[in-house]
């Protein structure tokens, strides 16, 4: 009965740990999708949109990741599944940002471009460090560290395309990382899924 009771009361200790860490990168992620969403707009940088719309999605993702701490393998596997589909969603945003930007070309500015890929990179790497040490723990919290992951890549991807817009004085770099970041969130997506539908097939 002991051991029961210890193990059940480690498995809580958990849970709480992770919605801690959830309820922090979640508040993180909400401020920075409005201040980044903002720029990108102001900025004219699709780049920096698809940065903002990361932010949005691992919002979302986060708040989800709260519900799942609690649930069982079903119930995660089937929220892994929904963060899969989210990905995918925001990959299609700003696809269709790039293919607007390619009938009606405009040169974004470099200066909001590298500013706000640096602010995203500063919030982003302190989600990342916060959550590193549930990255192994189930299906919820891997799915949670590989938005995050993703977020880092992005927030350098549009800081390097912020420098070429400079140098070259093209959006064409803009649309460029765009276009990669639109792949990374592909293939994202992908991953997610396919674990999802894996833990989906063994709890049934």
Not at 38 to 43: H, L, N, P, S, V
Not at 102 to 108: A, E, F, K, R, W
Request: hydrophobic letters at 50%; glycine letters at 4%.
């Amino acid at each position: 009965m002991s051991s029961c009771c210890d193990n059940n009361c480690a498995i809580e200790k958990l849970r709480e740990k992770q919605r801690g860490t959830l309820k922090v990168v979640l508040s993180v992620n909400a401020v920075m999708f409005i201040v980044i969403a903002a720029a990108a707009f102001y900025g004219k940088s699709t780049a920096l949109l698809s940065d903002s719309l990361d932010n949005l999605g691992d919002a979302l993702t986060y708040s989800l990741s709260l519900y799942a701490v609690s649930q069982g393998s079903m119930a995660k596997a089937k929220v892994t599944l929904f963060k899969g589909a989210l990905i995918f969603l925001c990959a299609c945003v700003v696809l269709a940002q790039i293919i607007q930007k390619l009938m009606v070309p405009v040169l974004p500015s470099y200066e909001v471009m590298g500013i706000f890929s640096l602010m995203g990179l500063v919030a982003n790497s302190l989600c990342l460090f916060l959550l590193w040490k549930h990255r192994n723990e189930d299906i919820n919290m891997s799915s949670v560290w590989e938005y995050s992951r993703n977020d880092i890549a992005s927030n350098l991807s549009v800081f390097i395309a912020a420098g070429a817009v400079w140098f070259f004085e093209s959006g064409w770099a803009d649309i460029t990382v765009a276009s990669c970041l639109v792949l990374l969130l592909l293939s994202s997506s992908v991953r997610v899924l396919v674990s999802a539908f894996k833990e989906l097939r063994v709890t049934h």
